[in-house]
């Protein structure tokens, strides 16, 4: 119907909703590219939408900065951390989050910080147990190989007579 002006942005974000014209609802809508009222709205001095922001500079720039924005809210990272933040504190929480991943040193296993103290000491087939016979260090996994091994275990007779004897090899 009329010629309605558009910035690309503001037309495409229109269109992504409903297929007319975000002006006159006309349903066929025939872009023809502005580039006198592109290169106008480029042109406008504007400020950053976050509040805390004082960045401000010719619209065609803001894309640019909104990647950069540090007022920008983020989400973590970490799978199952729920916690949101400023870009700008992003390093900050990326060193104190639960949820950050380590390396377990026994089994080299990436797992969340928050779990690790239990990886090791229950669940880690690589954690270091002592033999409770010679007290020698086995990982957790080689705990049963060595105890058939182990010079140290003690043998109940066979004759029941209820003397423990150390194995001969």
Same mark, same amino acid.
């Given at each position: ?49 976050? +509040?805390? $922001? ?8 803001? *894309?640019? @900065?909104?990647? &950069? %924005?540090?007022?920008? #809210? =983020? ?56 033999? +409770?016979? $010679? ?8 705990? *049963?190989? @060595?105890?058939? &091994? %182990?010079?140290?275990? #003690? =043998? ?14």
């Amino acid at each position: 119907k009329g010629n309605h002006h558009f910035c690309k942005q503001c037309l495409r974000t229109s269109l992504q909703f409903k297929d007319e014209c975000p002006s006159c609802k006309h349903k066929y809508v025939d872009v023809v590219l502005g580039h006198f009222v592109n290169e106008l709205v480029d042109s406008f001095d504007m400020r950053c939408e976050n +509040e805390q $922001c004082t960045w401000t500079g010719k619209c065609d720039k803001y *894309k640019v @900065h909104k990647k &950069e %924005c540090d007022y920008i #809210l =983020l989400e973590c990272e970490y799978e199952d951390c729920e916690e949101k933040f400023l870009r700008k504190d992003m390093i900050s929480h990326q060193q104190i989050c639960l949820f950050r991943t380590v390396t377990c040193q026994d089994c080299n296993l990436e797992i969340p910080i928050c779990e690790l103290d239990i990886h090791c000491l229950r669940e880690c087939d690589y954690r270091p147990v002592e033999c +409770e016979n $010679c007290k020698q260090s086995v990982t957790y996994i080689q705990q *049963k190989t @060595h105890l058939d &091994e %182990c010079p140290d275990v #003690l =043998l109940s007779c066979s004759i029941s007579c209820c003397k423990q004897l150390k194995k001969e090899y």
